[in-house]
């Protein structure tokens, strides 16, 4: 599970409990359950088109100082933008949008950062799974074949 703060910061809701009293196959199943916490975050779509002028498409960027100019560029903008429209004497104007509203930028901005910082994690934790299942007994190799087989079977119906 993940969830959204205060600030717009996704966070992963669930630590990896694990023992030395565990069995392999609850370790590894330990391990998929944070993954897919994780997934959570790298799954979530993006609100704009990512390009931000003068900068780059947000999607794909990976340096995080630039992600922070990035937005300090976009609410910049903003803050200008209804600044020269409050001097103009607008009551009521049009919403600043620069391929999305602040807002938007906020979230696609925000998830771009979580899904950098979860790399490392994500990574870890399938490089930990890889190395637990040269720890798996045939007999549990066997079960857990024979699980995702019945899970399988069961979508056919």
């Known amino acids: 599970m993940s969830k959204t703060t205060k600030t717009g910061k996704m966070e992963s809701t669930t630590a990896v409990a694990l023992n030395t009293e565990m069995s392999t196959p609850d370790i590894i199943a330990a391990l998929d359950a944070k993954l897919a916490t994780l997934e959570g975050i790298t799954t979530t779509k993006y609100k704009t088109n990512g390009n931000v002028a003068g900068f780059g498409d947000v999607k794909t960027e990976t340096d995080i100082s630039k992600l922070i100019k990035m937005y300090s560029s976009i609410s910049g903008r903003e803050k200008a933008y209804n ?5 103009l004497g607008l009551k009521a104007y049009p919403a600043f949008t620069e391929g999305g509203s602040a807002e938007d930028w906020f979230h696609d901005i925000n998830l771009r950062i979580q899904i950098i910082q979860h790399k490392d994690t994500v ?6 799974k890889k190395e637990m299942a040269k720890f798996m007994s045939e007999a549990d190799q066997k079960a ?3 699980a995702e087989m019945a899970k399988f079977a069961a979508t056919l119906s």
């Open 144 to 146: 857990q074949l024979i």
């Open 123 to 128: 990574d870890t934790l399938n490089r930990y």
């Open 83 to 87: 600044a020269a429209a409050e001097t």
